[in-house]
């Protein structure tokens, strides 16, 4: 028996869930059809002519339209003659970065052939000084034993040293 007890009572609960279940279903779509209802009864116009609008209600509102539109037009105008002076600017700059480029070139050119011959000839001089004449006093010449002729700095030669046996 206690089989037919339990089975008894999950017949009862299945059938009171399923009863419930039924009236909430019922119950919600009456209140959505009321809801629909109400909102198509208040979205339709009334028969008066108070809510239709006028003839100087659609001009005015064309109006503004028309208003907004010119201003929309406006704004077009400009946005499209700032990007024409931009277009040209890009220009110029495209023009100028070329010439700049092309003298970078010619640099770069002139410096490779500069180091070129600085690599060709590595014991000549960097730079070239014309030769000025000494007017500086001749350095005394410096006493030496064997009797050689010293030369200076310069590149003059002292004269022939004398022994000195003092």
């Known amino acids: 028996m206690g089989q037919k007890l339990a089975l008894l009572v999950t017949a009862g609960l299945t059938v009171f869930v399923l009863g419930v279940g039924g009236v909430l279903a019922v119950n919600l779509s009456r209140s959505q059809r009321a809801e629909s209802a109400t909102a198509t009864a208040t979205t339709i116009a009334p028969v008066s002519g108070t809510a239709d609008p006028t003839v100087d209600d659609l001009l005015a509102r064309e109006r503004l339209y028309q208003e907004r539109l010119e201003q929309a037009n406006r704004t077009i105008e400009q ?3 700032q990007i024409a002076g ?3 600017g890009q220009g110029q ?3 100028q970065n070329q010439t700049l480029l092309q003298r970078e ?3 770069r050119q002139q410096l490779a052939i500069a180091n070129s011959l600085l690599q060709q000839q590595p014991s000549a001089p960097a730079t070239t000084v014309p030769a ?3 007017t ?3 350095p005394a010449p410096s ?4 009797g050689e002729r010293e030369t200076t700095p310069q590149g003059d030669e002292a004269h022939e040293v004398e022994e000195n046996d003092d």
């Open 143 to 146: 006493h030496r034993d064997d």
């Open 136 to 138: 500086a006093p001749a």
């Open 132 to 134: 000025q004449p000494n």
């Open 93 to 95: 700059l495209q023009s």
């Open 86 to 88: 931009l277009q040209a």
């Open 79 to 81: 946005a499209n003659a």
């Open 105 to 107: 070139a010619a640099y």
